[in-house]
């Protein structure tokens, strides 16, 4: 996902994205209980794929609730942080979700997922703190639905970690949402063919959650997605 790292501290050049983690390994959760990870993991609980990273992690608390619930605490102002709760692979489907959002500084609360061939990193962002994504990338066009336009960009990383490896190029796809919101649907098909009319082309579908990111901030979200 898009790391505010860079998205913020090259203000002449967009180069932000994710320090995504390559979801190598995939461990089954007890579909019970609390499962709390401060450990960048991929894994599957209580039938969801979930995605938890962060530079950080004596900086921030990522849970797993049951169902498609999962929460994230991140204090300090300091590391970069992101997690959530999907599918793998992910899909032109319809995502539904609701919940708690409060960032106290730069963070989204985005669908988020990648492809490959070619390899994408890609958001439909929902909420964001204090900085907007689209403001440092290259507009495409924009894209009225579910309430509210969403501003379609592109941007490209270079050398910048993957599911693919920790040097890659690829580019981001953004649409991101004019009327913030912290619960909605979204339906991601509709994304995926505007961005198809905008020259931006996805490849086969990788994860695709909704996920929560934190960069050099602090806040706190409770949410939950389905279908």
């Known amino acids: 996902m898009v790391s505010f790292t860079y998205l913020l501290a090259a203000v002449s050049a967009v180069t932000g994205a994710i320090a995504a983690p390559n979801p190598t390994k995939v461990e089954a959760e007890p579909p019970t209980g609390l499962q709390k990870r401060t450990d960048p993991t991929t894994g599957v609980n209580d039938g969801y794929y979930f995605s938890f990273w962060s530079d950080t992690p004596s900086a921030v608390t990522y849970t797993n609730g049951r169902g498609g619930q999962f929460s994230m605490n991140w204090n300090g102002n ?5 997690g959530g709760k999907g599918w793998n692979p992910g899909a032109a489907r319809t995502i539904k979700y609701s919940g708690d ?13 990648w492809t490959r061939n070619p390899l994408v990193e890609y958001y439909i962002v929902e909420n964001f703190g204090t900085y907007n994504p689209s403001s440092g990338a290259q507009k495409k066009g924009e894209i009225n639905i579910d309430g509210s336009i969403y501003d379609i960009a592109v941007s490209t990383r270079n050398c910048a970690p993957s599911i693919e490896g920790n040097c890659k190029t690829f580019q981001q796809y953004w649409s991101v949402r004019r009327n913030k919101r912290s619960s909605g649907s979204v339906n991601t098909g509709a994304h995926f063919n505007a961005w198809a009319q905008a ?29």
Do not use: K
């Not at 959002?101 to 988020?112: F, K």
């Not at 020259?199 to 279908?227: C, F, K, N, P, W």
């Open 78 to 82: 300091r590391g970069n942080h992101v």
């Open 101 to 113: 959002y409060r960032p106290n500084g730069n963070s989204y609360l985005a669908i988020y997922g």
């Open 199 to 227: 020259g931006l082309r996805l490849g086969s579908h990788d994860y695709q959650i909704l996920a929560v990111e934190g960069y050099q901030s602090s806040g706190s979200a409770t949410m939950t997605v389905s279908q």
